[in-house]
Protein backbone atom coordinates (compact mmCIF):
# COMPACT_ATOMS: atom_id res chain seq x y z
CA UNK A 1 0.00 0.00 0.00
CA UNK A 2 1.51 3.69 -0.97
CA UNK A 3 2.69 5.91 1.88
CA UNK A 4 -0.42 7.95 3.22
CA UNK A 5 1.98 10.63 2.77
CA UNK A 6 2.10 10.27 -0.93
CA UNK A 7 -1.83 8.76 -0.95
CA UNK A 8 -4.20 10.94 -3.35
CA UNK A 9 -5.71 12.28 -0.34
CA UNK A 10 -2.18 13.65 0.56
CA UNK A 11 -1.97 14.94 -2.53
CA UNK A 12 -5.05 16.89 -3.13
CA UNK A 13 -4.66 18.57 0.21
CA UNK A 14 -1.06 20.10 -0.35
CA UNK A 15 -2.37 21.06 -3.53
CA UNK A 16 -5.58 22.30 -2.49
CA UNK A 17 -3.67 24.99 0.26
CA UNK A 18 -1.13 25.64 -2.11
CA UNK A 19 -3.89 27.11 -4.82
CA UNK A 20 -7.02 27.49 -5.37
CA UNK A 21 -9.04 24.04 -4.72
CA UNK A 22 -10.42 24.19 -7.53
CA UNK A 23 -11.56 21.32 -10.55
CA UNK A 24 -11.06 22.89 -14.17
CA UNK A 25 -12.62 20.29 -16.66
CA UNK A 26 -11.33 19.82 -20.05
CA UNK A 27 -14.38 19.43 -21.81
CA UNK A 28 -14.26 20.23 -25.81
CA UNK A 29 -17.54 20.11 -26.83
CA UNK A 30 -18.24 20.69 -30.03
CA UNK A 31 -19.86 24.01 -29.55
CA UNK A 32 -16.78 25.06 -27.54
CA UNK A 33 -14.42 24.25 -30.20
CA UNK A 34 -16.34 26.01 -32.64
CA UNK A 35 -16.72 28.84 -30.19
CA UNK A 36 -12.86 29.24 -30.11
CA UNK A 37 -12.36 28.45 -33.66
CA UNK A 38 -11.54 25.59 -33.80
CA UNK A 39 -12.28 22.46 -36.01
CA UNK A 40 -14.60 19.46 -34.61
CA UNK A 41 -11.53 16.89 -34.78
CA UNK A 42 -8.78 15.71 -33.38
CA UNK A 43 -6.23 18.91 -34.43
CA UNK A 44 -8.74 21.41 -32.39
CA UNK A 45 -9.32 19.08 -30.16
CA UNK A 46 -5.75 19.03 -29.20
CA UNK A 47 -5.03 22.68 -29.25
CA UNK A 48 -8.18 23.18 -27.03
CA UNK A 49 -6.66 20.86 -24.44
CA UNK A 50 -3.19 22.44 -24.37
CA UNK A 51 -4.99 26.01 -24.11
CA UNK A 52 -6.57 24.78 -20.83
CA UNK A 53 -3.60 23.21 -19.70
CA UNK A 54 -1.16 26.26 -20.79
CA UNK A 55 -3.80 28.72 -18.48
CA UNK A 56 -4.39 26.55 -15.75
CA UNK A 57 -2.26 23.67 -15.07
CA UNK A 58 0.17 25.36 -12.60
CA UNK A 59 -2.55 27.67 -10.95
CA UNK A 60 -5.73 25.37 -9.98
CA UNK A 61 -5.59 22.02 -7.87
CA UNK A 62 -7.28 19.74 -10.26
CA UNK A 63 -7.85 19.44 -13.98
CA UNK A 64 -10.74 16.93 -15.40
CA UNK A 65 -10.77 15.79 -18.35
CA UNK A 66 -13.88 14.69 -19.96
CA UNK A 67 -13.14 11.04 -22.21
CA UNK A 68 -16.30 11.18 -23.55
CA UNK A 69 -15.36 14.37 -25.57
CA UNK A 70 -12.19 12.77 -26.71
CA UNK A 71 -13.79 9.27 -27.24
CA UNK A 72 -15.83 10.83 -29.93
CA UNK A 73 -12.74 11.84 -32.05
CA UNK A 74 -11.67 7.83 -31.92
CA UNK A 75 -8.55 6.97 -31.47
CA UNK A 76 -6.97 10.06 -32.40
CA UNK A 77 -8.93 11.68 -29.51
CA UNK A 78 -7.35 9.08 -27.05
CA UNK A 79 -4.36 9.95 -27.96
CA UNK A 80 -4.84 13.60 -27.20
CA UNK A 81 -6.34 12.40 -24.09
CA UNK A 82 -3.32 10.96 -23.11
CA UNK A 83 -1.29 13.55 -24.10
CA UNK A 84 -3.22 16.14 -21.92
CA UNK A 85 -3.11 13.77 -19.04
CA UNK A 86 0.17 14.00 -19.35
CA UNK A 87 1.32 17.79 -19.92
CA UNK A 88 -1.22 17.98 -17.06
CA UNK A 89 0.40 16.43 -14.47
CA UNK A 90 4.01 17.71 -15.42
CA UNK A 91 2.98 21.16 -15.24
CA UNK A 92 1.62 20.49 -12.09
CA UNK A 93 -1.96 19.70 -12.01
CA UNK A 94 -3.85 16.84 -10.13
CA UNK A 95 -5.44 15.05 -12.80
CA UNK A 96 -9.09 13.52 -12.92
CA UNK A 97 -9.80 11.74 -15.99
CA UNK A 98 -13.84 12.06 -15.94
CA UNK A 99 -14.55 8.66 -17.38
CA UNK A 100 -17.33 7.18 -14.88
CA UNK A 101 -16.38 3.39 -15.64
CA UNK A 102 -18.32 0.85 -13.74
CA UNK A 103 -18.56 -3.09 -14.90
CA UNK A 104 -18.42 -6.41 -13.05
CA UNK A 105 -15.63 -6.87 -11.37
CA UNK A 106 -13.14 -9.10 -13.35
CA UNK A 107 -13.69 -6.28 -16.16
CA UNK A 108 -13.63 -3.13 -14.02
CA UNK A 109 -9.78 -4.46 -13.13
CA UNK A 110 -9.15 -3.49 -16.51
CA UNK A 111 -10.42 -0.40 -16.11
CA UNK A 112 -8.18 0.07 -13.23
CA UNK A 113 -5.38 -0.97 -14.92
CA UNK A 114 -6.12 1.36 -18.17
CA UNK A 115 -6.88 4.98 -15.39
CA UNK A 116 -5.00 3.93 -12.15
CA UNK A 117 -1.61 2.06 -13.04
CA UNK A 118 1.13 4.20 -13.45
CA UNK A 119 2.51 2.12 -16.99
CA UNK A 120 -1.06 3.21 -18.43
CA UNK A 121 -1.00 6.02 -20.88
CA UNK A 122 -4.45 7.06 -19.74
CA UNK A 123 -3.58 6.82 -15.94
CA UNK A 124 -4.07 10.40 -14.09
CA UNK A 125 -4.24 10.98 -10.45
CA UNK A 126 -7.54 9.92 -9.86
CA UNK A 127 -10.83 8.56 -11.91
CA UNK A 128 -14.61 8.73 -11.53
CA UNK A 129 -16.90 5.38 -11.16
CA UNK A 130 -20.39 4.60 -11.47
CA UNK A 131 -21.11 1.84 -8.82
CA UNK A 132 -24.80 0.91 -10.24
CA UNK A 133 -23.30 -2.89 -11.15
CA UNK A 134 -23.30 -2.84 -7.26
CA UNK A 135 -20.67 -0.88 -4.84
CA UNK A 136 -18.36 -4.02 -4.15
CA UNK A 137 -17.40 -4.46 -8.02
CA UNK A 138 -15.29 -1.33 -8.03
CA UNK A 139 -13.28 -3.22 -5.14
CA UNK A 140 -10.23 -3.92 -8.13
CA UNK A 141 -10.61 -0.13 -8.67
CA UNK A 142 -10.48 0.55 -4.80
CA UNK A 143 -7.07 -1.33 -4.63
CA UNK A 144 -5.10 -0.49 -7.56
CA UNK A 145 -5.63 2.71 -6.28
CA UNK A 146 -4.65 2.13 -2.54
CA UNK A 147 -1.01 0.25 -4.53
CA UNK A 148 -0.17 3.57 -6.63
CA UNK A 149 -1.72 6.28 -4.34
CA UNK A 150 -4.66 7.36 -7.05
CA UNK A 151 -7.99 8.09 -5.78
CA UNK A 152 -11.60 7.00 -6.94
CA UNK A 153 -13.98 9.22 -7.02
CA UNK A 154 -17.80 7.44 -6.94
CA UNK A 155 -20.82 8.60 -8.27
CA UNK A 156 -23.44 9.48 -5.39
CA UNK A 157 -25.86 12.24 -6.06
CA UNK A 158 -25.37 13.14 -9.10
CA UNK A 159 -25.38 16.87 -10.49
CA UNK A 160 -28.24 15.72 -13.71
CA UNK A 161 -32.06 15.91 -12.50
CA UNK A 162 -32.88 12.43 -13.64
CA UNK A 163 -30.15 10.82 -11.13
CA UNK A 164 -32.40 11.21 -8.40
CA UNK A 165 -35.01 8.62 -9.59
CA UNK A 166 -32.28 5.91 -9.03
CA UNK A 167 -29.79 7.35 -6.42
CA UNK A 168 -32.81 8.79 -4.30
CA UNK A 169 -34.70 5.17 -4.52
CA UNK A 170 -35.76 3.61 -1.26
CA UNK A 171 -33.93 0.19 -0.68
CA UNK A 172 -34.92 -2.47 1.17
CA UNK A 173 -32.99 -1.86 4.62
CA UNK A 174 -34.41 1.70 4.24
CA UNK A 175 -31.40 3.89 3.27
CA UNK A 176 -31.74 5.91 -0.84
CA UNK A 177 -29.15 4.32 -3.15
CA UNK A 178 -27.12 7.17 -2.49
CA UNK A 179 -26.98 6.73 1.30
CA UNK A 180 -25.50 3.38 0.84
CA UNK A 181 -22.69 4.32 -1.34
CA UNK A 182 -21.63 6.99 0.92
CA UNK A 183 -22.00 4.33 3.82
CA UNK A 184 -19.57 2.42 1.85
CA UNK A 185 -17.55 4.91 1.09
CA UNK A 186 -17.13 6.33 4.43
CA UNK A 187 -16.76 2.93 5.71
CA UNK A 188 -13.27 2.67 3.68
CA UNK A 189 -12.17 6.33 4.26
CA UNK A 190 -12.87 5.79 8.27
CA UNK A 191 -9.91 7.03 10.24
CA UNK A 192 -7.65 8.40 6.93
CA UNK A 193 -5.53 11.18 7.17
CA UNK A 194 -6.05 13.80 5.84
CA UNK A 195 -8.98 12.36 5.02
CA UNK A 196 -9.51 8.95 2.66
CA UNK A 197 -9.09 9.15 -1.27
CA UNK A 198 -12.13 7.31 -1.80
CA UNK A 199 -14.03 10.42 -3.05
CA UNK A 200 -18.28 10.85 -3.77
CA UNK A 201 -19.36 13.25 -6.57
CA UNK A 202 -22.40 15.41 -5.16
CA UNK A 203 -23.76 17.59 -7.70
CA UNK A 204 -24.02 20.67 -6.28
CA UNK A 205 -27.34 20.93 -7.67
CA UNK A 206 -29.66 18.93 -5.49
CA UNK A 207 -32.78 20.05 -5.00
CA UNK A 208 -34.51 19.86 -1.66
CA UNK A 209 -30.80 19.01 -0.44
CA UNK A 210 -28.59 16.03 0.09
CA UNK A 211 -29.78 14.42 3.09
CA UNK A 212 -26.77 12.92 4.18
CA UNK A 213 -24.22 13.66 6.68
CA UNK A 214 -21.62 13.73 4.12
CA UNK A 215 -18.72 14.75 6.91
CA UNK A 216 -18.96 11.07 7.59
CA UNK A 217 -17.50 10.19 4.47
CA UNK A 218 -14.08 11.55 4.76
CA UNK A 219 -13.37 11.81 1.57
CA UNK A 220 -13.24 14.29 -0.99
CA UNK A 221 -16.26 15.14 -2.27
CA UNK A 222 -16.85 16.79 -5.95
CA UNK A 223 -19.39 19.24 -6.80
CA UNK A 224 -19.93 19.53 -10.36
CA UNK A 225 -23.25 20.97 -11.54
CA UNK A 226 -22.06 25.13 -10.84
CA UNK A 227 -22.11 27.64 -13.06
CA UNK A 228 -24.03 26.18 -16.37
CA UNK A 229 -25.93 23.56 -14.66
CA UNK A 230 -27.53 26.56 -12.48
CA UNK A 231 -25.57 25.39 -9.64
CA UNK A 232 -23.96 28.87 -7.71
CA UNK A 233 -22.16 28.88 -4.99
CA UNK A 234 -23.81 30.22 -2.26
CA UNK A 235 -25.89 27.15 -2.46
CA UNK A 236 -22.76 24.88 -0.89
CA UNK A 237 -23.04 25.98 2.51
CA UNK A 238 -26.85 24.20 2.88
CA UNK A 239 -26.28 21.63 0.53
CA UNK A 240 -22.67 20.58 2.41
CA UNK A 241 -22.94 21.92 5.89
CA UNK A 242 -20.32 20.78 7.97
CA UNK A 243 -18.75 18.92 5.20
CA UNK A 244 -17.79 22.09 3.61
CA UNK A 245 -14.06 21.65 4.02
CA UNK A 246 -14.00 17.93 1.96
CA UNK A 247 -15.54 19.87 -1.01
CA UNK A 248 -13.95 20.22 -4.94
CA UNK A 249 -16.04 22.66 -6.74
CA UNK A 250 -15.89 21.83 -10.46
CA UNK A 251 -16.59 23.98 -13.20
CA UNK A 252 -16.01 23.30 -17.24
CA UNK A 253 -17.92 25.74 -19.40
CA UNK A 254 -18.34 28.62 -16.93
CA UNK A 255 -14.55 29.28 -17.27
CA UNK A 256 -14.43 27.30 -20.59
CA UNK A 257 -16.52 29.58 -22.83
CA UNK A 258 -14.14 32.22 -21.80
CA UNK A 259 -10.81 30.95 -24.54
CA UNK A 260 -9.19 30.77 -25.89
CA UNK A 261 -7.71 33.79 -24.66
CA UNK A 262 -5.09 32.17 -21.93
CA UNK A 263 -5.64 35.37 -19.72
CA UNK A 264 -9.42 35.17 -19.87
CA UNK A 265 -9.86 31.61 -18.80
CA UNK A 266 -7.13 32.46 -15.93
CA UNK A 267 -9.30 35.76 -15.56
CA UNK A 268 -12.55 33.55 -14.69
CA UNK A 269 -11.11 30.82 -12.73
CA UNK A 270 -9.71 33.43 -10.41
CA UNK A 271 -13.48 34.71 -10.65
CA UNK A 272 -15.04 31.53 -10.09
CA UNK A 273 -12.90 30.65 -7.29
CA UNK A 274 -13.49 33.71 -5.65
CA UNK A 275 -16.70 33.17 -4.92
CA UNK A 276 -16.04 29.60 -3.80
CA UNK A 277 -13.49 30.01 -1.39
CA UNK A 278 -15.56 32.83 0.26
CA UNK A 279 -18.07 30.28 0.89
CA UNK A 280 -15.98 27.25 1.73
CA UNK A 281 -14.42 29.48 4.19
CA UNK A 282 -10.86 29.26 2.48
CA UNK A 283 -8.64 32.04 0.97
CA UNK A 284 -8.79 33.05 -2.13
O1 LIG B 1 -22.91 14.51 -11.42
C1 LIG B 1 -22.12 14.85 -12.31
C2 LIG B 1 -20.97 14.14 -12.59
C3 LIG B 1 -20.12 14.61 -13.55
N1 LIG B 1 -20.40 15.72 -14.26
C4 LIG B 1 -19.42 16.17 -15.29
O2 LIG B 1 -18.87 17.41 -14.87
C5 LIG B 1 -18.78 18.30 -15.99
C6 LIG B 1 -19.71 19.47 -15.77
O3 LIG B 1 -19.60 20.39 -16.82
P1 LIG B 1 -20.25 21.86 -16.74
O4 LIG B 1 -19.91 22.45 -18.05
O5 LIG B 1 -19.59 22.58 -15.59
O6 LIG B 1 -21.70 21.69 -16.55
C7 LIG B 1 -19.11 17.47 -17.22
O7 LIG B 1 -17.92 16.92 -17.71
C8 LIG B 1 -20.00 16.38 -16.68
O8 LIG B 1 -19.93 15.19 -17.45
C9 LIG B 1 -21.53 16.42 -13.99
O9 LIG B 1 -21.85 17.45 -14.60
N2 LIG B 1 -22.37 15.96 -13.01
New binding site residues.
Given amino acids: MTDPQTSFAARLAAAGAARPALCV?I?P?PGLLSAWGLGDDAAGLDRFARTVVEALADRVAVL?P?S??FERHGSRGIAVLETVIAEARSAGALVLV?A?RGDIGSTVAAYADAYLDPASPLAGDAV?ASPYLGFGSLEPMFELAAKHGKGVFV?A????PE?AGVQRAVAADGRTVAGTILAELAARNAGATPFGSLGA???ATAAGGIGHDLAKVNGPL?A??????GGRPADLTDLFGPALPLVLP???????QNGPAVDALRASADTVWRSCASVLGRSA
Fill in positions: GDHKQAFDKTLLTSNGVIGLPGLGAQAYSREIL
